[in-house]
């Protein structure tokens, strides 16, 4: 079982930031509580607080690992400069790092590499980016979408969904790529999950490549 800490809320419903360590400490036992699962299987810190050092933030994570409330810790919205003080603080207890990229955006591609070479999942958030909207404009349209055009183009020619060829994509990136898919409908999640089974020629991957 996977959680997320570090956020708060405003009087108004909105969220903020928080990685106080006495903030992260009791949203951790509060969720092991509520999920009624101690130790839990991986609890993520949400995203770096600008207000308090990363550090600091990661030494609780940290206690919490000590203390049996967290079994592996994971990290979000981070760079590779925060993944490295990351597995410095935390060790191998450090598994994972959930940052956004899909084929429209492609900023964390130096933190998939790092991922990658240090064995730690790379769970890109929102890995779809919108090719779902995509697929409702005209197919003339997209021929000259220089985002999602080439997804389209594949997956016309494999008689697929251009989500599927989206998400075998990005398994195909590395091999400790998880993508992380939302899903409102049955339909959906199996074709998700067939992605796993589309695999793309170097031909295909070359054409995706461009963006």
């Known amino acids: ?11 108004d419903g909105g969220w903020t930031v928080d990685g106080r360590p ?7 036992e509060g969720s092991a509580r509520r999920l009624g699962s101690a130790p839990i299987g991986l609890y993520q810190l949400h995203k770096p607080d600008p207000a308090v050092p990363y550090a600091e933030s990661l030494g609780a994570i940290r206690e919490l690992l000590d203390a049996g409330t967290v079994r592996l810790a994971g990290i979000s919205n981070v760079d590779s400069a925060q993944i490295l003080l990351a597995r410095e603080i935390l060790g191998d207890r450090l598994v994972s790092v959930q940052n956004r990229y899909s084929p429209a955006v492609r900023t964390s591609e130096a933190e998939l ?34 985002e999602f055009g080439a997804f389209h183009r594949v997956a016309r020619e ?6 599927r060829v989206a998400l075998a994509w990005l398994l195909a990136r590395s091999e400790t790529v998880l ?16 992605a796993a089974e589309l695999v793309l020629t170097p031909g295909e991957l070359s054409r995706l490549a461009v963006q």
């Open 1 to 11: 079982m996977a959680t997320k800490g570090g956020r708060g809320r405003t009087a």
């Open 22 to 28: 006495d903030h992260l400490r009791r949203a951790a």
């Open 113 to 146: 590499r790092l991922c990658a070479e240090l064995g730690l999942a790379f769970l890109p958030w929102s890995p779809l980016g919108g090719i779902s909207r995509s697929s409702l404009d005209g197919a003339s349209v997209l021929e000259e979408d220089p």
């Open 158 to 163: 494999r008689g697929v969904s251009p989500q």
């Open 179 to 194: 993508p992380i898919p939302g899903a409102s409908r049955p339909e959906s999640v199996r074709d998700s999950a067939a």
